[in-house]
């Protein structure tokens, strides 16, 4: 099945630096590629939709200014967490779109653990 | 509007037991259905989905689901319980009308009882 890869799986890094993390689809060409965050014990919230060479499209109470999405290529993703506070700690989890073929599904990242001392 | 019901966080199963998870959804358009699994500290992984056709699917791991329109439900079962079945499971709904935006439930944490 399709493969979607996400680096790094963990960070830790100080308040008030910046991280990025990327989100790549290894085995297909993703034109949209969405991020979620994830909190303990709790559900997927969506967090931005990623279109390839347009701006990504922020849900309601979400950052853009803190949450920078950069969808360069067809496979590459990038979300940078600036000026990381301890709150911002969570489970970031991509998934990229796959339109190929009869269905059309997403595939979901193993997620990244951040955690802002 | 689209969104996904998960009755019951926390189930508790014997080793061989049946697993019943129940999912109701809402949705004003013909709706796309998935389970999904997370292990502790890892992603989702796809279990199985609905889009279209029949309603019975078949997933990995012996997890199957229907689609119940009548009923807006698409539980997640499987006949006997295995001690790697113990996880996460959120079920999630979008259709092409959401540009596959996914909506997802809570999640049912499963333990499975030796």
């Known amino acids: 099945g399709a493969v979607v890869s996400q680096h790094p799986s963990r960070v830790i890094c100080k308040s008030g630096t910046s991280v990025k993390i990327e989100c790549r689809s290894l085995d297909f060409q993703a034109t949209t590629m969405f991020w979620y965050r994830q909190f303990p014990k709790q559900s997927l919230m969506l967090m931005a939709t990623s279109n390839e060479g347009s701006k990504a499209t922020y849900e309601q109470g979400v950052e853009k200014d803190k949450f920078l999405i950069n969808h360069a290529s067809l496979t590459l993703s990038t979300l940078t967490v600036t000026s990381a506070h301890p709150e911002d700690s969570s489970f970031y989890i991509c998934?990229?779109?796959?339109?190929?073929?009869?269905?059309?599904?997403?595939?979901f990242g193993p997620g990244t653990r951040l955690t802002v001392l | 509007a689209q969104s996904v019901t998960q009755l019951g966080s926390h189930v508790s199963v014997s080793e061989g037991a049946l697993v019943l998870l129940r999912c109701n959804y809402s949705?004003?358009?013909?709706?796309?259905l998935f389970w999904y699994v997370q292990y502790p500290n890892q992603g989702l992984q796809l279990l199985l989905k609905?889009?279209?056709?029949?309603?019975l699917v078949k997933g990995i791991n012996g997890f199957e689901a229907e689609f119940k329109k009548s009923e807006t439900s698409f539980h997640l079962t499987k006949p006997s319980a295995h001690m790697s079945d113990a996880a996460e499971y959120f079920c999630a709904v979008t259709s092409q009308n959401t540009g596959n935006q996914f909506y997802f439930g809570t999640g049912t944490s499963l333990t499975v009882i030796p």
């Open positions: 609905y889009t279209t056709g029949a309603t």
């Open positions: 949705s004003s358009v013909p709706p796309y």
């Open positions: 998934s990229a779109r796959d339109v190929a073929g009869y269905t059309d599904t997403q595939y």
